[in-house]
């Protein structure tokens, strides 16, 4: 064999070798990248999968607490609307009250006020105060009729205050005092009245 000749068969084995390699190479290449893809593409599906829970955890909650602001402001609304109406219906109680003082039916009712509260002090020397219209009609002698009847002294106040009606009574040395007012008394009832009222607008509710 000639030297040309075997250094053609060695080439060609080496070729061989190295194409036999570059083959082996290419295909281990196209496994592994194979592999990557599937690998990346199980990832992926679940980085997505996983993004889309949190996304629809994260959708909920925030649903649950739009869902939960609007529940706390419709309560919150519907008690300022409820608060509004029993404020109304006072105020309409109280448009009466202002009605009623200036009738004649009212100064037989504030003499018996008088009358009863007095009698509930017990003393002796009272004093009793009204506001300035009724002053301009309740007189002495009226209070003197009642200081008979109940055994005591009763005077009329040279000092007026505002008031709607109603008086107050006190002792001659102001160690003992009622306030009988309609106001007052439309303050102490208030807390109790505003239940019933509130009843009334709000049973059907129920």
Same mark, same amino acid.
């Given at each position: 064999?000639?030297?040309?000749?075997?250094?053609?068969?060695?080439?060609?084995?080496?070729?061989?070798?190295?194409?036999?390699?570059?083959?082996?190479?290419?295909?281990?290449?196209? *496994?592994?990248?194979?592999?990557?893809?599937?690998?990346?593409?199980?990832?992926?599906?679940?980085?997505?999968?996983?993004?889309? *829970?949190?996304?629809?955890?994260?959708?909920?909650?925030?649903?649950?607490?739009?869902?939960?602001?609007?529940?706390?402001?419709?309560?919150?609304?519907?008690?300022?609307?409820?608060?509004?109406?029993?404020?109304?219906?006072?105020?309409?109680?109280?448009?009466?009250?202002?009605?009623?003082?200036?009738?004649?039916?009212?100064?037989?009712?504030?003499?018996?006020?008088?009358?009863?509260?007095?009698?509930?002090?017990?003393?002796?020397?009272?004093?009793?105060?009204?506001?300035?219209?009724?002053?301009?009609?309740?007189?002495?002698?009226?209070?003197?009729?009642?200081?008979?009847?109940?055994?005591?002294?009763?005077?009329?106040?040279?000092?007026?205050?505002?008031?709607?009606?109603?008086?107050?009574?006190?002792?001659?040395?102001?160690?003992?005092?009622?306030?009988?007012?309609?106001?007052?008394?439309?303050?102490?009832?208030?807390?109790?009245?505003?239940?019933?009222?509130?009843?009334?607008?709000?049973?059907?509710?129920?």
């Amino acid at each position: 064999m000639s030297i040309k000749v075997g250094l053609s068969a060695i080439a060609n084995e080496v070729l061989g070798d190295v194409q036999k390699e570059a083959e082996e190479i290419i295909v281990s290449a196209e *496994n592994q990248a194979k592999e990557t893809l599937k690998v990346g593409k199980e990832q992926a599906v679940q980085n997505y999968q996983t993004l889309m *829970n949190q996304a629809t955890t994260k959708a909920e909650g925030e649903r649950r607490k739009i869902a939960s602001v609007t529940e706390v402001e419709m309560r919150n609304r519907l008690l300022q609307t409820k608060e509004g109406l029993v404020d109304t219906a006072f105020d309409k109680a109280l448009a009466k009250l202002k009605d009623f003082v200036a009738t004649e039916e009212y100064r037989g009712y504030l003499l018996e006020l008088i009358k009863e509260v007095a009698g509930r002090i017990g003393q002796k020397n009272l004093v009793v105060k009204v506001n300035a219209k009724d002053k301009g009609w309740l007189t002495q002698d009226m209070l003197n009729r009642l200081s008979k009847k109940l055994h005591c002294e009763i005077k009329l106040s040279e000092q007026t205050e505002d008031f709607i009606g109603g008086c107050k009574i006190e002792t001659a040395d102001s160690k003992i005092a009622y306030d009988s007012t309609i106001d007052n008394r439309l303050k102490e009832l208030k807390p109790t009245l505003r239940v019933d009222v509130a009843k009334i607008l709000f049973e059907k509710e129920a």
